[in-house]
């Protein structure tokens, strides 16, 4: 980059130069031009200088870096000045002029003028000393634009990392809370003497967790494999609950495939056999239902138990759990509602959007 405006900057000050040299009509264009190509390539060469100068303060902050340019430039643009001056007016000046004798009157005109040689190289230097501030301006803020950039990609990199890092302790907070709860049902068996049903439970116990914890925190699953996890538990919690668990699952099946995160529904169809069928004397039905409509897809987990207070059901981890992945997934354009049905029982559902790659 610094090369290009480099090459880009003098290239384009020649042509400048030599264009205005041509509309007043010069003599001598030939030897004019070559001698300004001298002039050029030592600009070039001086311009790679301060740019190496920069280029050793560039992990400074950006004032220091504005300062140093504006230092440095000066020394440069003195140098320039003075190959600009030996170019033109020391090396056989005459020759610049077709006519020899109207050379020498114009070199004679110059002594007479008095203007020391200090002085004609202090007047190009201020103009050379802007154009090296331009062209270290430009770089400065192609580079500080560079810098930028790196550090958006860092913080999103960063950013990245820690949604990973919330989803991933999220993640694996359900299976402890199931585990607690699964526990606390086999406990109750293995008090009751049941041991055939907790031989059953455990196995099922083992075939869910094997399954569960083969995913990837991060990855997404289908619905379908959700919902055959979902099934998994309810087949551990039929053990405990033989006589008032019943189950239902309703998918319409297009969306079988859209993607959701895994265990998602796993504390809302815990809550609904805690509160729905546990605390029930008759048989209870847990149900699990999926549609979409404009672009979303909202799945619900419903009992029809006895009624117990909605802040029951809305309270606790795993509510808390499930809130927070959406969030962490989705940001705003997922929720999560509870509450008691009007026909008695309780909904939870949770409402995300339909992937568009692969629309329901």
Known sequence: ?????????????????????????????GEMATRRVAVTVVGMALTWLLYLILRHFERRPLGVRV??????????????AWANYYVFNVYDPVSVFSDQELGRKFMDIQAELGLTAWQEVAEIAISRYFFLIAWASLYL???????????ERTASRYAQAAQDAELRSLRYQVNPHFLFNTLNSLSSLVIKGD???AEEMIQNLSTFYRTSLSSDPLEEVTLAEEVELQKQY??????????????????????????VPALILQPLVENAIKYGVSRST????????????????????????????AKDHGNGIG???????????YGDSAKLTNGRRPDGGFRASITIPISPEDPA
């Not at 039929?238 to 239902?248: D, N, Q, Y």
Request: glycine residues 4%.
């Open 1 to 29: 980059m610094a090369f290009l405006t480099i090459v880009g900057f003098w290239v384009f000050h020649a042509l400048i130069v030599s264009l205005r040299a041509a509309v007043l009509e010069f003599p001598e264009q």
């Open 67 to 80: 300062a140093t340019a504006f230092i440095a430039a000066a020394p440069c643009a003195f140098a320039i």
């Open 141 to 151: 803020a192609l580079g500080y634009a560079r810098e930028v950039r790196e550090a």
């Open 195 to 197: 041991k055939d049903r």
């Open 234 to 259: 309810l087949g551990i919690e039929a053990v405990r609950f033989p006589e008032r668990l019943r189950t239902r699952i309703e998918i319409v099946p297009s969306l079988l495939n859209e993607k």
């Open 282 to 309: 008759r048989p209870v039905t847990v149900s699990i239902s999926a549609e979409a409509s404009d672009g979303w897809m909202t799945i619900a987990v419903d009992d029809d138990g006895e009624d117990s207070p």
């Open 319 to 329: 509510l808390a759990n499930v809130r927070d992945r959406l969030e962490a997934r």
